[in-house]
């Protein structure tokens, strides 16, 4: 109920406030579990999401959030989970698993903070977290890149493109075994294919 309320919310405000187009809403997935990856620009990443995917998202968040009070309560509601980015966080991992378990799609941001024309806010290109990779061999789930695109970041009046990325299996796409030591690398050759995504190619 939250959720759907949420998503009327964000609606009017993307597309009263804000001028929001999406591509590739054909690719979406429409039953099965998936994994739905992104870049992380903004704070407000999940409003855009929340519009152009139609099914309900479950995101990994930041640990921090959860201990806020309302904000807490509110992200638990809408159906996230913490995650803590700077270890190995085997509860969040467990937490991945049941959701794509329940055939459901797990949101997650594996540039792990806030990135800019390549940099984070300490100018400094993000280290991808690999555990995205990892938990889509363990899975078996559908892998959806999906790229958002701001022009002028201010609270209204933003330009705000959505572009979703077709669909694929993790053993498919790579077609073998992926080793530990070979995570990193692959997550970043994914971040970076995402990055490519456009009306053009999707």
Do not use: W
Not at 12 to 41: D, K
Not at 117 to 128: C, V, Y
Not at 173 to 198: A, T
């Amino acid at each position: 109920m939250l959720y759907k309320f949420a998503r009327f919310l964000f609606t009017i405000y993307c597309y009263v406030f804000n001028r929001i187009r999406i591509y590739g809403r054909e690719n979406e997935p429409e039953e099965g579990s998936v994994i739905l990856f992104c870049n992380h620009q903004s704070a407000f990443d999940i409003l855009p999401l929340n519009i152009a995917i139609k099914r309900q998202i479950n995101f990994m968040g930041k640990a921090s959030l959860f201990k806020i009070p309302l904000i807490g309560y509110i992200v638990k509601k809408y159906g996230a989970f913490p995650v803590d980015r700077e270890h190995v966080d085997i509860s969040a991992i467990k937490n991945s698993l049941k959701t794509l378990k329940s055939e459901k799609i797990l949101g997650i941001f594996p540039e792990g903070t806030r990135v800019k024309n390549g940099l984070t806010k300490e100018g400094i290109p993000p280290e991808i977290k690999p555990g995205f990779v990892m938990i889509a061999m363990k899975s078996k789930a559908t892998m959806l890149p999906v790229r958002i695109e701001y022009k002028r970041q201010f609270f209204i009046f933003n330009s705000i493109k959505v572009f979703i990325g077709k669909p694929f299996k993790i053993e498919e796409k790579f077609q073998n075994s992926l080793k530990s030591e070979e995570l990193s690398l692959v997550g970043k050759k994914l971040m970076d294919d995402l990055y490519m995504l456009n009306s053009d190619n999707i």
